[in-house]
């Protein structure tokens, strides 16, 4: 069986960290981009098809919960794992109710990452199809195929 890749863009000031963990993520066969703040990571949304990003929340400038909520605007089926060493619980809530998929604190265990990104990955693919879908019927309808 062929393995996808999950395009993974991380996302944190701390840039040892973004590198370690590209790393890791790289030596397991996922495609990794970096960004060291909110910005750089919005401005690579505009220009890459990226599956997942692992979000930290707290950085200076745009902090995480503000980059969220920008990512879910502008790119709705991007899905967010938020990764945070300052993480409460009422943090996690506020970022699950704002879209993200799911929430880690540092240090997350590795496998436990990797497997909220596959299934971050395979809800983004299932809502792209479910919309695919649609917009074939809408299609379909349109153009008198069906009543």
């Known amino acids: 069986m062929v393995k996808i890749p999950i395009r993974v863009l991380v996302v ?3 840039k040892d960290f973004v ?3 590209s790393l890791r993520l790289n030596e397991s066969g ?3 981009v970096q960004a060291f703040n909110g910005k750089e990571c919005l401005d690579i949304l505009e220009k890459d098809g990226v599956d997942v990003v692992v979000l930290d ?3 200076p400038g745009m902090d995480g919960i503000e980059v969220l909520k920008e990512i879910k605007q502008r ?3 991007v899905e967010v794992v938020m990764l945070t060493g300052h993480g409460t619980a009422e943090t996690a ?3 699950m109710k704002l879209g993200a998929y799911d929430y880690l604190l540092k240090p997350a265990d590795f496998e436990e990452l990797l497997g909220k990104l596959e299934a971050a990955r395979n809800r983004k693919e299932s809502q792209e199809e479910r919309i ?3 917009e074939a019927k809408l299609m379909v309808r349109r153009s008198g195929g069906l009543s």
Request: net charge negative; no cysteine; charged share 45%.
């Open 57 to 59: 929340l707290k950085m």
């Open 19 to 21: 590198e370690m963990l």
């Open 75 to 77: 790119f709705p089926l």
């Open 30 to 32: 996922q495609k990794v």
């Open 12 to 14: 944190d000031d701390e």
């Open 132 to 134: 695919r879908r649609a």
């Open 93 to 95: 809530v506020e970022g």
